[in-house]
């Protein structure tokens, strides 16, 4: 394929016209040669005529001189003169004919020598008649003179006859040739003219097709492009941050997104077209373009961690942008491209985070002070309070054994009683010390501790300590836990010292420490057939200083089940009783997963 | 008693000093108690500044018995003193004391002290810690002269 469409259709008009014009001047000339043809055949026909007429009027004209002559009647003379004139007539007639013609007017010019000769002969014979009388005259007509003469005016008559058929003949041979090749000529050249055109036709119809084609697909792509448009458009418009575009020379706005519209308060029918002047303080909209202009020129992001702006509702909000310059093929900045994120309630919640911590760093100062104070205090309850007790203790002890004569009965009831409650002071001091030593200290996680063993040896112990009790432990081998060994002991210790206290009175004492699953939960409990306890109370059982028995049934200070509640609790498990008055008590406890780090936030 | 040297005892309650004597008394010890009440008293004696200026270092002390909580310079510091210097170092040194809170525990052994034992309040339960303790630093223990 080479040359566009428009290029062949018009060689192929070009071609086309050129036949078609070929054709008409063929044609046109043809009909041309046919018009002359027809009229020099009637004018062959018309030359003929007249030669016949001619040679009618001469017969005629000698037939009048001979009656005039014969019966000297001039009435015979009309036809005579009459056919002279006709025979003057044509050949003016022939001479106007023949002007074209040579060969025509040679042979007329001898035609018209001889007719004169002939007709002069004529004349000559009326007039000697009339002036020498008849027999002159018939002297002259006697002569085979004038017979020559006629036989001269027949010869070249036929001649021009013969010279004139000969023509006519030729002239319609020309033109019978001239049809016949019109006749050819026409559907030729009609033939070539509907190739041609054909040609072009299918040529058009075929770059038609193409051309159809090829829309279609421009249409296509038109729609995917315009449906990508779309979806572009709506991205930017619904990209959840603010989207402006400016020109790179006057900075108006090009694109305001929803997002830009929601923050500014201005829509973008306000915007477009216009610049920062328009619509900000002319401060901001100072700072705005020497941004923009730094991007345009630097042709590089430019960051703006914080710039305000006043909205249109006359609100300030803070607006964290990025400035991008979009370069055109030459690689200059034709456009200006802002993203912008409202941090304003983002500022607002920073500043609030840090009033919050601020406060928390007082908070936790203060915290810390008071730990202090609580770390000072029980070091000096420790330290101190137990001081004096020791000196009522020890003196009473002294006075017992230094006047034990002298004293009765009563008073060294008195003084063992004051001796009994510095020691149960003591005591309570102690337990007291032992709950915040609880509550303050540091988990240590061991990951296998064996909650048997440890039961075993608090068995052991108290065993030791009151070897008159029978008392029989069942406690479960291999229980084994994750968390701080030393707190567990003191739990268990607690727990068990418990059980121990409340089976005192019983000649058959059991205590029994097993575990059980439930609910994929491991489940520790601890069972005695002691005392036991009004239900109505088990929620009272853990808190400090709540007792259920007098000292004298059962000493204690009420602080034991509430360390051993702290510990259980500070590994993340739970802890309950069921009891019944006289039929036991038993004491359930779970442990949960604990980490060390865990223990630690726990801890602050 | 076998060895007469004296018992040093750093101790500002006084109650506290006649009650831990009248234990000495009951268990028989017998040695010379040298009592202490703070923590100034207590350097002074030992390195024969002060008061204690004409005091015979080579003189040493069987054991010092010694509370943590001390008026002017604490138990500890003194503790600390004593391990530090060569002329003390190898001083036995008992702390006797009221507190049983684990930092000063570890903080005490830390030093360098040789025991720590807490008063009991029942005085027969002192009497008999102090038995203890007589029979094996008075008797039982030995040291580097």
């Excluded at chain 1, 001091?429 to 061991?446: C, F, G, K, M, P």
């Excluded at chain 2, 052994?109 to 008063?119: H, M, P, Q, S």
């Amino acid at each position: 394929m080479n040359g566009s469409i428009q290029q062949k259709v018009a060689l192929g008009i070009g071609l086309v016209s050129f036949i078609l014009c070929l054709a008409i001047g063929f044609i046109y000339n043809s009909v041309i040669d046919s018009i002359q043809t027809r009229n020099k055949v009637l004018q062959s026909r018309q030359v003929l005529q007249d030669l016949n007429n001619i040679l009618v009027d001469i017969t005629e004209a000698e037939t009048g001189q001979r009656g005039y002559l014969l019966t000297e009647r001039p009435r015979y003379l009309i036809p005579y003169t009459t056919s002279i004139r006709d025979i003057q007539h044509n050949l003016d007639d022939l001479q106007l004919l023949a002007k074209q013609d040579s060969i025509l007017s040679k042979h007329l010019k001898l035609l018209e020598t001889a007719i004169h000769s002939k007709l002069s002969e004529l004349q000559k014979s009326i007039d000697l008649y009339r002036t020498k009388g008849k027999d002159a005259a018939m002297q002259v007509v006697l002569t085979d003179e004038g017979q020559k003469l006629m036989e001269e005016v027949r010869s070249r008559i036929g001649q021009v006859n013969d010279s004139e058929n000969i023509l006519l003949q030729s002239r319609r041979q020309q033109n019978l040739y001239n049809q016949q090749v019109t006749f050819v000529a026409l559907p030729v050249s009609g033939f070539i003219i509907f190739f041609l055109l054909g040609l072009v036709y299918w040529v058009v119809s075929r770059e038609s097709v193409q051309r159809e084609k090829a829309q279609q697909e421009l249409n296509q792509l038109n729609q995917v492009l315009q449906k990508n448009m779309t979806l572009l458009n709506s991205i930017i418009e619904n990209v959840p941050g603010m989207i402006f575009l400016k020109d790179a020379k006057e900075l108006r706005f090009q694109l305001f997104n929803k997002a830009a519209e929601d923050v500014v308060g201005f829509s973008s029918e306000e915007v477009l077209g216009k610049n920062d002047y328009d619509f900000f303080p002319k401060e901001q909209a100072d700072q705005f373009t020497s941004k923009d202009q730094q991007t345009l020129t630097l042709k590089t992001l430019v960051n703006i961690e914080e710039e305000e702006i006043l909205t249109k509702q006359g609100h300030t909000r803070i607006l964290r942008t990025k400035k991008v310059p979009i370069l055109n093929e030459k690689g200059d900045s034709a456009y200006l491209l802002g993203i912008s994120q409202d941090i304003t309630e983002f500022k607002r919640t920073q500043e609030h985070i840090q009033q919050l911590n601020h406060r928390l760093e007082g908070q936790v100062t203060h915290l810390n002070t008071l730990n202090k104070e609580l770390e000072s205090f029980s070091y000096s309850v420790s330290h101190d309070l137990r001081a004096p007790l020791r000196s009522i203790d020890g003196f009473s002890q002294a006075i017992l054994e230094s006047a034990e004569d002298k004293l009765d009965e009563t008073e060294k009831d008195y003084l063992r009683r004051v001796r009994t409650s510095s020691q149960q002071m003591a005591q309570l001091i102690d337990d007291l010390l032992n709950l915040s030593q609880v509550t303050r200290a540091e988990l240590n996680i061991d990951l296998r501790v064996n909650l048997s063993d440890i039961a075993c040896d608090i068995a052991t112990e108290l065993q030791r300590l009151e070897p008159n009790r029978h008392v029989s432990f069942e406690i479960e081998e291999g229980i084994i836990v994750k968390g701080d060994s030393g707190l567990l002991k003191v739990a268990l210790h607690n727990l068990i010292c418990n059980a121990w206290k409340f089976t005192s009175k019983q000649s058959e004492a059991v205590i029994s420490f097993k575990s059980y699953q439930q609910e994929d939960i491991q489940v520790f409990a601890l069972h005695d057939n002691g005392a036991g306890f009004n239900m109505a109370y088990a929620p009272k059982l853990f808190e400090a200083f709540q007792r259920l028995h007098t000292n004298k049934e059962f000493p204690g200070t009420g602080i034991g089940l509430a360390i051993v509640q702290k510990i259980i609790t500070r590994h993340r498990g739970k802890i309950w009783a069921e009891g019944q008055v006289d039929h036991g008590a038993t004491f359930y406890f779970t442990l949960g997963n604990v980490q060390q780090e865990e223990a630690r936030s726990d801890d602050a | 008693m076998m060895h007469n040297k004296a018992i040093v005892l750093v101790e500002d309650n006084e109650d506290d000093e006649k009650l831990t004597l009248m234990a000495f008394e009951k268990n028989g010890i017998a040695n010379k108690i040298i009592v202490l009440r703070d923590g100034e008293e207590a350097l002074d004696y030992l390195f024969g500044t002060g008061p204690y200026a004409d005091r015979d270092l080579g003189d040493k002390p069987q054991v010092i018995m010694m509370d943590l909580k001390l008026p002017k310079i604490g138990g500890l510091e003194v503790l600390k003193k004593i391990r530090e210097d060569d002329r003390t170092k190898y001083l036995p040194v008992v702390i006797l004391t009221s507190s049983k809170e684990d930092q000063d525990i570890i903080q005490a052994y830390n030093l360098g002290t040789n025991a720590y034992v807490r008063k009991p309040v029942d005085f027969i339960h002192f009497i008999e810690a102090i038995k203890q303790l007589g029979l094996f630093w008075l008797i039982l223990n030995e040291y580097p002269r």
